[in-house]
Protein backbone atom coordinates (compact mmCIF):
# COMPACT_ATOMS: atom_id res chain seq x y z
CA UNK A 1 0.00 0.00 0.00
CA UNK A 2 3.14 2.26 -1.09
CA UNK A 3 1.63 6.14 -0.97
CA UNK A 4 3.30 9.47 -3.03
CA UNK A 5 2.18 12.59 -1.98
CA UNK A 6 3.92 15.23 -4.27
CA UNK A 7 4.79 18.90 -3.37
CA UNK A 8 6.76 22.28 -4.54
CA UNK A 9 4.53 22.93 -7.26
CA UNK A 10 3.77 26.69 -8.13
CA UNK A 11 4.05 29.62 -10.12
CA UNK A 12 7.55 30.43 -11.53
CA UNK A 13 9.35 32.72 -14.45
CA UNK A 14 10.85 31.34 -17.29
CA UNK A 15 14.07 30.54 -16.79
CA UNK A 16 13.11 30.29 -12.78
CA UNK A 17 13.86 27.11 -10.55
CA UNK A 18 11.63 24.83 -8.62
CA UNK A 19 12.33 21.83 -6.44
CA UNK A 20 9.64 18.86 -6.37
CA UNK A 21 9.54 16.79 -3.71
CA UNK A 22 7.72 13.48 -3.77
CA UNK A 23 7.18 11.95 -0.73
CA UNK A 24 6.45 7.99 -0.44
CA UNK A 25 4.71 6.41 2.96
CA UNK A 26 3.13 3.02 4.09
CA UNK A 27 5.14 -0.05 2.73
CA UNK A 28 8.47 1.04 0.87
CA UNK A 29 10.08 -1.80 0.90
CA UNK A 30 10.02 -3.09 -2.45
CA UNK A 31 9.70 -0.29 -4.53
CA UNK A 32 12.14 -0.26 -7.45
CA UNK A 33 12.13 2.80 -9.31
CA UNK A 34 10.03 6.56 -8.56
CA UNK A 35 9.22 8.12 -12.21
CA UNK A 36 7.80 11.82 -12.63
CA UNK A 37 5.31 12.23 -15.46
CA UNK A 38 3.50 15.41 -16.50
CA UNK A 39 0.48 16.25 -18.12
CA UNK A 40 0.09 19.61 -20.09
CA UNK A 41 -3.62 20.60 -20.62
CA UNK A 42 -5.39 19.11 -23.54
CA UNK A 43 -2.17 16.52 -23.88
CA UNK A 44 -1.49 13.29 -22.97
CA UNK A 45 0.73 12.30 -19.97
CA UNK A 46 4.28 12.16 -20.49
CA UNK A 47 6.72 10.49 -18.48
CA UNK A 48 10.02 12.77 -17.41
CA UNK A 49 12.23 11.42 -15.15
CA UNK A 50 12.88 8.40 -13.19
CA UNK A 51 15.31 6.79 -10.94
CA UNK A 52 16.13 3.37 -9.50
CA UNK A 53 16.09 3.66 -5.44
CA UNK A 54 18.30 1.20 -4.97
CA UNK A 55 21.49 2.09 -6.57
CA UNK A 56 20.11 5.59 -7.74
CA UNK A 57 20.53 5.34 -12.05
CA UNK A 58 18.70 7.50 -13.60
CA UNK A 59 16.75 8.24 -16.73
CA UNK A 60 15.52 11.96 -18.64
CA UNK A 61 13.03 12.54 -21.32
CA UNK A 62 14.92 14.51 -23.63
CA UNK A 63 12.74 17.40 -23.63
CA UNK A 64 14.29 18.01 -19.76
CA UNK A 65 17.84 16.61 -20.15
CA UNK A 66 20.00 19.34 -18.78
CA UNK A 67 18.07 21.06 -17.17
CA UNK A 68 15.95 18.60 -14.36
CA UNK A 69 17.89 16.73 -12.25
CA UNK A 70 16.56 13.55 -10.55
CA UNK A 71 17.75 12.38 -6.87
CA UNK A 72 17.00 10.19 -3.69
CA UNK A 73 17.09 10.47 -0.56
CA UNK A 74 16.15 7.07 0.69
CA UNK A 75 16.19 7.68 4.94
CA UNK A 76 13.61 9.91 4.16
CA UNK A 77 12.04 8.18 1.41
CA UNK A 78 11.84 11.00 -0.73
CA UNK A 79 12.21 11.65 -4.00
CA UNK A 80 13.43 15.03 -5.78
CA UNK A 81 12.92 16.75 -9.17
CA UNK A 82 15.41 19.47 -9.38
CA UNK A 83 14.18 22.12 -12.01
CA UNK A 84 16.94 24.29 -12.65
CA UNK A 85 15.32 26.22 -15.70
CA UNK A 86 12.08 26.18 -16.67
CA UNK A 87 10.18 26.63 -19.85
CA UNK A 88 6.71 27.58 -20.89
CA UNK A 89 6.46 24.50 -22.29
CA UNK A 90 7.37 22.84 -18.73
CA UNK A 91 4.02 23.90 -17.47
CA UNK A 92 1.58 21.36 -16.29
CA UNK A 93 0.34 19.30 -13.17
CA UNK A 94 3.55 17.01 -12.06
CA UNK A 95 2.90 13.54 -11.00
CA UNK A 96 5.09 10.65 -9.03
CA UNK A 97 4.62 7.04 -9.43
CA UNK A 98 6.14 3.86 -8.37
CA UNK A 99 7.04 1.18 -10.76
CA UNK A 100 9.96 -1.51 -12.52
CA UNK A 101 13.11 -0.35 -13.89
CA UNK A 102 12.80 -0.74 -17.50
CA UNK A 103 15.55 -0.29 -20.06
CA UNK A 104 13.27 -0.48 -23.21
CA UNK A 105 10.39 1.66 -21.89
CA UNK A 106 11.20 4.03 -18.72
CA UNK A 107 7.67 4.67 -18.50
CA UNK A 108 5.57 1.43 -18.35
CA UNK A 109 3.99 -0.17 -15.50
CA UNK A 110 3.97 2.72 -13.01
CA UNK A 111 1.54 3.32 -10.38
CA UNK A 112 0.91 4.46 -6.82
CA UNK A 113 0.25 7.72 -8.33
CA UNK A 114 0.34 10.51 -6.01
CA UNK A 115 -2.37 13.65 -6.17
CA UNK A 116 -0.04 15.95 -8.43
CA UNK A 117 1.24 19.18 -7.74
CA UNK A 118 1.05 21.89 -10.59
CA UNK A 119 3.46 24.07 -12.19
CA UNK A 120 2.92 27.11 -14.01
CA UNK A 121 5.64 28.61 -16.30
CA UNK A 122 4.69 32.41 -17.08
CA UNK A 123 5.85 35.39 -17.13
Known amino acids: QLQLVESGGGLVQPGGPLRLSCSASGFTLDYIAIAWFRQAPGKEREGVSCIKTSDGRTYYAASVKGRFIITRDNDKNTVYLQMISLKPEDTGIYYC????????????????WGQGTQVTVSS
Open 97 to 112: AEGPWGIANAWAGFGS
